[in-house]
């Protein structure tokens, strides 16, 4: 990895690894953990959930049988639901915890591996990429925006390479809207995702164009407002258990965390993208 390269495997693990008993208090059923896609007001957070990860699928524009690449693939959940549209799908991420629990969940058509995207080769291409709340690890703070946007280039080049001609990359990112990187805590860039740092969509079209073209975007920080209230709920619930399992400090870490971030995407500081692009 070069020296503009964001989050690595251990970083990753220092949030991701906390303990899978501890995610599974409070994120919902799938154990997605990125913004839902609140379609109706009387939406569950695991409705909200499947129509985020339809909305990506659809954007694949994928038939059954299809191969599809989940670039940071979390515990699944898009996996699964793939799965069970008859999609064969594999995952990446840099988390071993996340690896072990989709293993042991046997998903028909579903693999996954212990692998960074840069590092990542296949002998067959994919009919589709997708990639889920990962964008924000892959450049870390303090470095120019010219150097985020190289980064940027390198992962969009390599996931065209992954993907067959006129084949579809579905993203989904946090992104910097009014919120400049300064204005970021040191709480958040230190102690929770230690060596990331969020793009602006200047960046995002920049580092993409002349490799995929951008077919369709949408900006919903209300959704990701909507998702980090319901999750700081869940959390401040069940406190006690969640004492008992990971300790008094994490406990508060993700209260205050996860408040912050809801603030940050209600007052706009950040902004939340879905984009389809074609190769």
């Known amino acids: 990895m070069n020296s503009m390269t964001g989050a690595t495997q251990k970083d990753i693990e220092h949030h991701y ?8 208090k409070w994120l919902d059923s799938s154990m997605a953990y990125s913004a839902a896609k609140f379609e109706k007001n009387t939406d569950s957070l695991g409705q909200a959930q499947l ?17 599809i690449l989940d670039i940071g693939c979390g515990w699944g959940s898009l996996l699964d639901v793939a799965s069970q549209r008859g999609i064969k799908a594999h995952g990446l991420t840099l988390s071993s915890n996340q690896v072990e629990y989709v293993k042991n969940k046997n998903m028909l058509g579903v693999s996954v591996e212990l692998n960074d995207w840069r590092d990542a080769n296949f002998n067959e291409l994919f009919d589709g990429v997708v990639s889920i709340g990962a964008f924000e690890h892959f450049t870390k703070p303090d470095i120019s925006s010219v150097e985020r946007i190289a980064v940027y280039r390198e992962f969009f080049k390599k996931a065209a390479s992954f993907v067959k001609d006129g084949g579809y ?10 919120m400049k990187e300064q204005d970021i805590k040191s709480f958040i ?20 164009d002349g490799i995929f073209t951008v077919k369709k975007m949408t900006n919903t920080p209300n959704d990701y407002d909507k998702t980090c209230s319901i999750w700081s709920e869940n959390i401040e619930s069940q406190r006690d258990e969640i004492i008992d399992l990971v ?10 965390y996860l408040k912050m971030s809801s603030k940050a995407f209600k007052y706009k ?8 692009f074609q190769r």
Do not use: W
Request: charged content about 25%.
């Open 189 to 208: 860039k230190n102690k929770i995702f230690p060596n990331s740092m969020l793009p602006r969509i200047q960046e995002i079209f920049t580092a993409s």
């Open 51 to 67: 129509n985020k990860i339809n909305e990506h699928l659809d954007n694949l524009m994928i038939k059954t049988g299809d191969r």
């Open 269 to 276: 500081g950040f902004g939340l993208l879905r984009i389809q």
């Open 17 to 24: 690894d906390v303990s899978n008993n501890f995610f599974m």
């Open 169 to 178: 990359l579905s993203l989904q990112t946090i992104c910097f809207d009014k």
């Open 247 to 256: 300790g008094e400090k994490i406990y508060n870490d993700y209260c205050n």
